[in-house]
């Protein structure tokens, strides 16, 4: 079945940048996601993107596909405290699809 | 909006006791999820309704029973709550282009 592999910690410095790693073993995987959860909250979706794309841009957020080795990462710049948050990268087979499968979460902690 | 609302927010049950979770969407959604999340595990799958009247069963959907009552609500009841159901339960709802799923904030449900 499809897996989501993540490390499960993180921890960077205020300022520096964060790079937040998953791997993917679903090669059907269309839609890839990133969640953010903050303490004592539900989730919510960060970025996603297309498996024909390469990169993707969102202001501090740049979201790096390489779909031959199934990896995805997320690199916060200027990572801020109010970062701190557990993130979950999340795939589907795609828009008709109505299951994410959901990798474990990275906590990222950031020391100011 | 208020989005996907949960209640309660948190319980106590003692083994054997029954109780449903409640969840409404007011986004007017079609597929709604249960999911159910403990520490190292990530998000599990419980079950989903892909639209009103029908539910399918997921990842984790032993000791469980949902109910989608209309388009807006989808219930999950435990018969006999047992300490391994201790965890927290998000619900969601897919918007309607398929890409994100948006979450309540939880029902933390501790099982003695």
């Known amino acids: 079945g499809e897996d989501v592999e993540q490390s499960l910690f993180l921890s960077v410095r205020e300022g520096d940048s964060s790079v937040i790693n998953c791997t993917y073993t679903?090669?059907?995987?269309?839609?890839l996601y990133w969640y953010k959860q903050e303490p004592g909250a539900g989730l919510q979706l960060l970025t996603y993107i297309f498996s024909n794309m390469d990169m993707k841009q969102d202001q501090r957020l740049t979201v790096l596909l390489n779909k031959k080795d199934k990896h995805l990462s997320l690199r916060i710049a200027d990572t801020q405290t109010g970062d701190s948050a557990i993130y979950f990268c999340?795939?589907?087979?795609?828009?008709?699809?109505?299951?994410?499968?959901f990798g474990k979460g990275t906590k990222l902690s950031v020391i100011p | 909006n208020a989005g996907v609302t949960q209640t309660p927010k948190f319980q106590v049950l003692k083994t054997g006791q029954s109780m449903t979770l409640q969840c409404a969407q007011d986004m007017n959604h079609n597929s709604m999820y249960w999911y159910r999340q403990d520490p190292g595990m990530g998000l599990r799958l419980i079950y989903y309704?892909?639209?009103?009247?029908?539910?399918d069963k997921g990842e984790v959907p032993n000791g469980y029973n949902v109910s989608r009552l209309n388009k807006r609500e989808f219930s999950l009841r435990l018969e006999s709550a047992a300490p391994s159901q201790t965890s927290v339960y998000f619900c969601?709802?897919?918007?309607?282009?398929?890409?994100?799923?948006?979450f309540g904030p939880g029902t933390r449900l501790t099982v003695t």
């Open positions: 969601a709802s897919l918007d309607p282009r398929g890409y994100e799923q948006y």
């Open positions: 309704s892909a639209s009103e009247g029908t539910t």
């Open positions: 679903d090669s059907s995987s269309t839609y």
């Open positions: 999340a795939e589907s087979e795609g828009a008709g699809s109505y299951q994410l499968t």
